[in-house]
């Protein structure tokens, strides 16, 4: 039996193929609006040259400082996995580096969500994976554990349960339901649409911006 702190669950299935192509090019504040601006995160930063980063969540809760159970979930993890660390944002060591990233990168996963630190962010910012992180720390890590595996954890505020459909850009991170990623695509489409026809108006010299007197003489300003 293994020591308590220490477990090891498969990951759920995750968003479709067809669900994860929708959301491939949608502006992550966009989607934000879609569900009513009232979760995800822009504490973590991303180092990768794309600045984007989009999969199934594979979550990991480990000790901070450690990082015996990401290793575990890079050779569970399936090719477009997202591992996501909850690491307690602690930034004294770093949870991977280059040759973690070099070993997932061969693995095929989409990148990693690092509730804590890094380190070879040289080479992490100059390589093709995604990576989000904390910051960064050029100590090691621990390999002792505890940790657990596809277990509901926590990233700066925001749940993410694995199975769920990760999503991030440079404004930041937000974890989708995989039930309420169609629903929400639908809702991102037409904000698509809303802004496209607002941006036409402004290269028109045509926008209507009588709603914001309107608003401040309903509040009694003018």
């Avoid at 669950?9 to 929708?22: E, H, R, V």
């Avoid at 995604?130 to 509901?152: F, I, M």
């Amino acid at each position: 039996m293994a020591d308590f702190g220490f477990k090891i669950n498969p990951c759920p299935a995750g968003p479709s193929q067809a669900t994860l192509d929708a959301y491939r090019d949608f502006a992550v504040a966009n989607i934000s609006d879609a569900m009513s601006r009232t979760t995800g995160t822009s504490a973590l930063r991303p180092v990768h040259p794309s600045r984007r980063i989009l999969g199934r969540a594979f979550t990991v809760r480990t000790r901070p400082g450690d990082n015996l159970l990401v290793h575990k979930a890079i050779d569970m993890a399936e090719p477009g996995d997202v591992i996501v660390v909850d690491a307690g944002g602690d930034m004294r060591n770093a949870i991977i580096g280059e040759i973690m990233v070099g070993w997932a990168t061969h693995r095929g996963l989409a990148g990693f969500v690092i509730d804590g630190a890094i380190r070879d962010t040289g080479t992490l910012a100059a390589g093709p994976l995604p990576v989000y992180a904390r910051g960064s720390a050029h100590r090691g890590p621990y390999k002792d554990g505890p940790g657990e595996l596809n277990v509901p954890i926590t990233i700066d505020g925001m749940v993410v349960l694995p199975g769920d459909l990760l999503i991030g850009d440079d404004d930041g991170l937000l974890a989708i339901r995989v039930g309420e990623a169609d629903a929400i695509a639908e809702k991102v489409r037409n904000i698509e649409a809303s802004e496209a026809k607002i941006l036409a108006q402004i290269a028109a010299g045509t926008l209507d911006r009588s709603w914001v007197d309107a608003s401040l003489k309903a509040k009694g300003a003018l």
